[in-house]
């Protein structure tokens, strides 16, 4: 199933929003992520996909906030809610997690030397 037909005949319509949030969501996805990442099937779209139409926003001088808008508000939460599963040849980064443990540093000590 391609992003568009996703987006329009079960993303949209089951996602509740406020008025003027729809307005925007459909505006931006419109004008800005449909046409470029439309086509594309939802298990395909991989991170490469999404930095290029990132790059293809900036050329065309849409303003960060538009850029953000789009990316973070309403892409992130078609591909969370109820997004397709990944493809099988997919495999992500690990994510780095920061520890919270941290060691106590202990001076170097030696034994004398009989």
Not at 51 to 70: D, E, L, N
Not at 74 to 100: E, F, H
Request: glycine share 4%.
């Amino acid at each position: 199933m391609t992003l568009e037909k996703y987006v329009r005949e079960k993303w949209l319509p089951h996602h509740q929003m406020e008025l003027t949030t729809r307005e925007k969501y459909i505006s931006c996805l419109d004008r800005h992520i449909l046409p470029e990442l439309g086509p594309i099937r939802m298990i395909d779209i991989l991170p490469e996909h999404i930095r290029g139409w990132v790059t293809g926003m900036v050329a065309k001088k849409a303003s960060p906030w538009v850029i953000q808008y789009c990316k973070y508000a309403i892409l992130n939460a078609i591909m969370q809610v109820g997004g397709p599963p990944r493809r099988k040849d997919y495999v992500p980064k690990p994510r780095r997690v920061a520890s919270t443990h941290r060691a106590a540093w202990k001076p170097f000590s030696c034994s004398p030397v009989p």
